[in-house]
């Protein structure tokens, strides 16, 4: 097949799927087998300990939540979970937000999920807790994480390609 | 078929870029250009705004001190940041100087009126201004006073976007500077020198697909009367010291419509164009360091306000954890990666385009100012995609605020209560991704057009697109990392 006869838009398309396809292939091929992880979350003013979570899809997640100053919220995107720390409590509050906001709070020991839902989502603090608490945030990072494999990939081919197609429709700039 | 056009001293006339599409707004609604013809039309939306600015001001001052409950945090830091920077740049380059209530007070002292013209001789119009009229520096001429400004204020960013009475000292200290100034020097110099948020306006206006032109350049070159830049009895004089027939980017272009009015020849109208495609030319170093320091500051807020790292915040956070060493770590970390790190990277693109495509018919200086363009869409884009989160995830905040605006228990609306409620988060990646690679494309394509009117020798432009676009795509994927990584 002669390449150079290849119209621009196949040339791209073919470019771009390849580096998009082969991003999430990448991403696909490390990921690794469930396990259950237990992890303490320490919540003061303005972040969380550990600042980043990383797991595997399909783990199983138990969460303990401790506050050290003032009330903090944990506010996990993705995974329809809220909740509330106080400090000094061994306990804490959780509800689901898509319940609605008049459900109440359970008193619960840990947070329990499977982290079924790959890609970086971002804890925050849902309970104003100071001036800096609109940033107050954390990640949990569920790979394989595709979207971001997908995006490295296609960024990289797009690259390629309009360096490509600038080559080609330049007059006299085909090889 | 692409030419070089290099000129003698190696700018390329803006004349000779091919121009893209345009479509003149004003030709297809005659009402349009009767109502910006209107005295009071910069009025209609400069008063509201004013009204609603003051009684931020008042908020801030009088209200609670948590950010979130507070309007000013949440009207301006919030609503008014997302929608300036990801609605009134992109689609209306700087309609909000149109109607920016900052210097307000300085044009009503420097005119005596607020909607009226005066005509008259003041030095260089055809109008009579009040105050003592001087030239300001030539040496201050550029966005330098303003690039250092931007600088500062970001340094501070995080108790100004969180303090209402930091903001309220920001804005004050703004209307005082661009009162005394329009007091003291002609038009708008605050606006054109000074004013920090000015600064990264007019970079930033260049993508716009809204531009205010001339109709027809040659009848501005007939143009004995130059009304548009002096002024004349129906209008004032350009405000931003613009002449129409040489204006051929947005930097500078303040969008107070002040030459539509005053026009003899009724040769101005407003275009629609297409997105980051035509103003490609960046004209000095000071615009170059701009593009630099709104880039550095977008990964720096994606890490520090954005991202999850304690250590970080509490340095940025200084009033309260009083960390002056952190805090001092930050702010020179800041600066230096701004002025000096990520400027000697984007040399160093340059230094090996000039190496790799064997250029030696194009000078260092002109090639590093005019690739500089692609730091411009990605700049803005990075902005972009940085500000998505802020209105989606506390975005809630300003349903609550509306209703209760100074924290103090009121409910105006009903809604006081309404909780804090993030708009599908888990979506903003899906959002952030094709932002970042719009920005990514527009930058390339830009350069790419840039280097066409360079070079003749199309191997030469394609190998000397190679390492400017690298590094523009190893921002890209930083800023990726930060977001969905």
Excluded at chain 2, 291 to 298: D, E, F, G, K, P
Aim: hydrophobic content about 45%; glycine content about 8%; aromatic content about 14%.
């Amino acid at each position: 097949m002669n390449l150079k006869r290849v119209p621009n838009y196949l040339l791209v398309a073919l470019l771009l799927l390849l580096g998009g396809g082969g991003g999430l292939l990448f991403a696909h091929l490390g990921q690794t087998a469930p396990r259950e992880r237990t992890i303490t979350i320490t919540a003061s003013k303005y972040a969380y300990d550990p600042p980043v979570l990383e797991v595997n899809r399909g783990d199983r997640i138990r969460i303990r939540l401790v506050a050290t100053d003032v009330t903090h919220g944990f506010y996990l995107e993705g995974y329809d979970l809220d909740a509330k720390v106080r400090p000094e409590n061994d306990t804490f509050w959780m509800r689901r937000p898509s319940e609605g906001h008049e459900t109440e709070y359970k008193e619960v020991q840990e947070i329990s999920f499977i982290a079924n839902r790959t890609g970086k989502f971002r804890y925050r603090c849902s309970i104003t807790c100071g001036y800096m608490h609109p940033f107050m945030q954390g990640e949990l990072i569920v790979h394989p994480n595709y979207l971001y494999s997908a995006s490295v990939g296609f960024s990289l081919a797009l690259a390629v390609a309009m360096l490509a197609v600038f080559r080609r429709s330049t007059p006299g700039g085909r090889p | 078929m692409a030419t070089a056009t290099q000129t003698q001293q190696g700018f390329v006339p803006v004349e000779a870029l091919e121009k893209p599409w345009r479509f003149d707004l004003f030709r297809r609604w005659p009402w349009l250009k009767r109502l910006v013809r209107m005295r009071s039309f910069q009025y209609f939306l400069l008063l509201p705004n004013l009204f609603m600015f003051y009684l931020f001001l008042i908020a801030g001052l009088f209200g609670t001190p948590v950010g979130s409950s507070n309007i000013i945090i949440m009207y301006v830091w919030i609503l008014w940041w997302f929608v300036l920077i990801a609605v009134m740049m992109p689609f209306g380059s700087r309609i909000w100087c149109t109607m920016c209530p900052l210097p307000f007070f300085g044009d009503w002292l420097q005119r005596g009126a607020v909607i009226k013209v005066r005509s008259g001789k003041s030095p260089g119009t055809n109008n009579k201004f009040f105050g003592l009229h001087k030239r300001w520096p030539k040496k201050l001429s550029n966005i330098w006073l303003q690039n250092f400004g931007f600088l500062l204020l970001a340094t501070f960013s995080a108790l100004l976007v969180t303090r209402p009475i930091v903001s309220v000292i920001v804005f004050g200290i703004m209307i005082v500077v661009a009162t005394g100034l329009a007091l003291i020097y002609r038009l708008r110099t605050f606006c054109n020198y000074v004013c920090p948020i000015s600064g990264f306006l007019s970079l930033y206006a260049m993508t716009a697909t809204l531009e205010l032109r001339s109709t027809d350049k040659d009848e501005c070159l007939k143009c004995t009367t130059k009304s548009c830049i002096r002024g004349s009895e129906d209008g004032w004089a350009c405000p931003w010291n613009v002449y129409m027939g040489k204006l051929d980017r947005n930097n500078y272009c303040g969008l107070c419509f002040e030459c539509v009015k005053s026009c003899p020849n009724d040769n101005i109208s407003l275009f629609v164009r297409p997105f980051a495609t035509s103003d490609i030319v960046i004209r000095g170093y000071d615009e170059v360091w701009k593009a630099s320091i709104m880039l550095v500051l977008a990964f720096s807020y994606s890490v520090v306000l954005l991202g999850p790292y304690g250590q970080l915040k509490d340095w940025a956070n200084i009033s309260e954890v009083g960390n002056w060493g952190g805090f001092g770590l930050y702010a020179a970390g800041q600066a230096l990666l701004a002025l000096v790190v990520f400027p000697g990277l984007y040399y160093l693109s340059i230094r090996l385009a000039k190496w790799y495509a064997k250029i030696d018919n194009v000078s260092t200086k002109e090639l590093f100012l005019r690739y500089a363009y692609m730091l411009v869409p990605m700049g803005l884009l990075a902005w972009i995609a940085f500000s998505v989160p802020l209105i989606m995830v506390n975005g809630s905040y300003i349903i609550s605020v509306t209703s209760d605006p100074l924290g103090w228990g009121m409910d105006l609306f009903g809604t006081a209560h309404f909780p804090w409620t993030p708009f599908w988060p888990e979506w903003v990646p899906f959002i952030q991704v094709p932002i970042l690679l719009a920005g990514f494309y527009y930058g390339v394509r830009g350069i790419h057009k840039v280097g066409r009117q360079l070079f003749s020798d199309p191997v030469q432009l394609h190998r000397s697109l190679v390492p400017p676009t690298a590094l523009l795509l190893g921002v890209t994927l930083v800023f990726m990392k930060l977001f969905i990584g």
